[in-house]
């Protein structure tokens, strides 16, 4: 460690990351400790609403938090470029126009698009990652729509939107398209049974961390309003036209292809040689690495496990805020040489957006909740990591209010 105050370096400002950052400066007086947060952009975005800028019913503007009006630049510094490598035995950071010293390091750098081999998909579909790809996604389906007007004999295909993956993301953006679609089909005059939002899962169910009769009052939900359902059929391949479906190798054609089935840690954790599972790091239960003191690993980039199921815990939004907590405040305990605290989850609950007016989800002691109240109940679990970031004045200007 240096002989002055010690430096914290914080790789990424997602959740965990601007998370951590803010319980550091509450842990640290400015001449304890040097705080550092490096992020690619200059900006912190809400992951959970991207598919809502996919869909264009919300702007990307709503959805990103200019990181310089959370933090005080003189008492974090800020450094906005992209990591390469982290290097644990030389304890540095190498970025792509610099290189950074640490000693102590928290990795929190978010999740990249997992296709699973599936072949085509990283070539020919669309991901839902970050708010420039969500961007994209919004601006191709609209250019469909106009593409589709402005032709005399347009593609009857065109229109169609191909998601695959029926978890928490698939739905909840077909769940957003269910809502946009018919406006777009009224500004170009198009007639709403030309445009099909097709959802195709291999698994048996869609939302599986949700019990049987929530994910039926889902589905009929959604397919109410136009969503239709391939379930329990696998791509096997994803085409310039779209996904081969089933053992029949059923070819399902698309203007728009998504892909939602699966994301892993940032591809840095390999690039640095840390011993991945599925992608991912696993951290003893005060979120360090095993046999290094120094470095923590949190949300997408890890996995914690739940010694009760004897699994790893989803990652949530509300994990990885909770998981910066325990680091922050571990690092202050070895700083001071006082004994580290586990990670313990406090699980409030589970609430799946099905468009702007609908939602369902298991809260606290598995409390039910679908339509208007889990609608309410999403927007106040929106508002309250916007409140946990920047406090109320973040809350107001970016926060959802509008129930019905």
Known sequence: MSTNRPKIVVLGAGYAGMMTTKRLTQQFRPEEAEIV??????????????????????????????ISDVFNPNRVRLIYDEVVEVNKDEQRVVLENSELSYDYLVISLGFVTNTFGIKGMEEHAFSIEDIESSQLIREHIEYQFAKYKSEENPDENSLNILVGGGGFTGIEFVGELAEQIPKLCKKYDIDRSKARIINVEAAPSILPM???????????????RGVEFMIGAAISECTPEGFVVGEDKELVKAGTVVWTGGVTGNSVLGKSGFELTKGKVNV?????IPDEENIFVLGDCSWVMNEEQGRPYAP??????????????????????????????????TVASLGDTDA????????????????AMKKVIDNRALFMIGGPKLVLKKGKFRVF
């Open 37 to 66: 947060l490096v992020n690619k952009h200059n900006y912190h975005y809400q992951s959970t609403w991207l598919h809502e800028v996919a869909a264009g019913t919300v702007s990307h503007n709503q959805a990103r938090v200019m």
């Open 210 to 224: 949700f019990d049987k009769e929530l994910v039926a009052y889902g589905k009929k939900s959604l397919e109410d």
């Open 284 to 288: 003893d239960s005060d979120l360090r």
């Open 316 to 349: 949530t939004a509300q994990l990885a805020m909770q998981e910066a907590d325990v680091a922050a405040a571990n690092i202050k305990a070895l700083v001071n040489n006082a004994p580290l605290e586990s990670f313990v989850f406090d699980d409030k609950g």
């Open 360 to 375: 369902i989800g298991s809260i606290f002691t598995d409390t039910k909740l679908r339509g208007l109240p889990a609608t």
